[in-house]
């Protein structure tokens, strides 16, 4: 079974240069997130979605961030402009809520490596 | 508040030696998922184990158990018998129980050596 994909595996542009992260999610998936990783604030989720509606954005770090899943196959994370702090790594994840409430694993993607010079 | 706290910002062991990892939260939840998850350099990141906060008994995979104190919200790792391949971060994580809310809560990892 294929896992969560995400694209690129590595970004590398310049300061003020629009930036477009992409995820598709394991198939039947009906949750994605959007954690971001860096050495001074670890993990941290940025937003989530259920059935391709955002649930909470609250980790979004400022307006220049903006995510969106137009359909359950798909999502991208956006930064426009991009800075040097945004520099991390950018990981997508999914998972299945199942039949009854309860938490199923999240399943994660390879990350993408993003580098803003 | 959730939060995940692991005080243990490196550890080392011996090949075939056991060696765990320590981990405590802060929740007034009462039901909830702990979980561990692995990230070699590839920095994939790899679901080791996870326990359901209602169960009493210790999750346990191959090597790797916990050790669960739901009263001092404490969720140590315990890998036995360990090998090279088990060089990695590991992270410690929180997500509360329910349909609604599946996010995960990390703590800032614990890098693992393992000596030949």
């Known amino acids: 079974d294929a896992g969560v994909i995400q694209s690129p595996r590595h970004e590398v542009t310049e300061m003020g240069q629009e930036v477009t992260l992409r995820c598709k999610p394991i198939?039947?998936?009906?949750?994605l997130f959007w954690y971001r990783q860096t050495m001074m604030r670890g993990l941290e989720l940025l937003i989530y979605?259920?059935?391709?509606?955002?649930?909470?954005d609250s980790g979004m770090p400022e307006d220049r961030f903006s995510a969106k899943m137009p359909n359950a196959s798909f999502s991208t994370l956006k930064i426009q402009p991009s800075e040097p702090r945004d520099s991390a790594v950018y990981f997508c994840?999914?998972?299945?809520?199942?039949?009854?409430?309860?938490?199923?694993?999240?399943?994660f993607g390879d990350g993408t490596r993003l580098s803003i010079l | 508040a959730q939060t995940v706290t692991q005080s243990q910002p490196e550890m080392s062991v011996q090949e075939a030696e056991t060696v765990t990892l320590s981990c405590t939260y802060d929740?007034?939840?009462?039901?909830?998922?702990l979980f561990w998850y692995k990230q070699p350099p590839s920095r994939q990141m790899i679901l080791v184990i996870r326990?359901?906060?209602?169960?009493?008994q210790n999750a346990t995979e191959n090597r790797f158990s916990v050790n669960f104190q739901k009263a001092a919200k404490s969720f140590s790792l315990k890998i036995s018998d360990s090998q090279l391949g088990d060089a990695a971060m590991y992270f410690c994580?929180?997500?509360?129980?329910?349909?609604?809310?599946?996010?995960?809560?990390f703590g800032t990892g614990t890098l693992l050596a393992v000596q030949p």
């Open positions: 979605f259920n059935n391709n509606v955002p649930i909470d």
């Open positions: 994580a929180y997500s509360l129980y329910g349909g609604a809310t599946n996010k995960l809560i």
């Open positions: 929740t007034s939840e009462s039901d909830y998922y």
């Open positions: 198939s039947g998936h009906d949750y």
């Open positions: 326990q359901e906060a209602y169960k009493q």
């Open positions: 994840a999914s998972s299945w809520s199942g039949a009854y409430i309860g938490n199923q694993p999240q399943h």
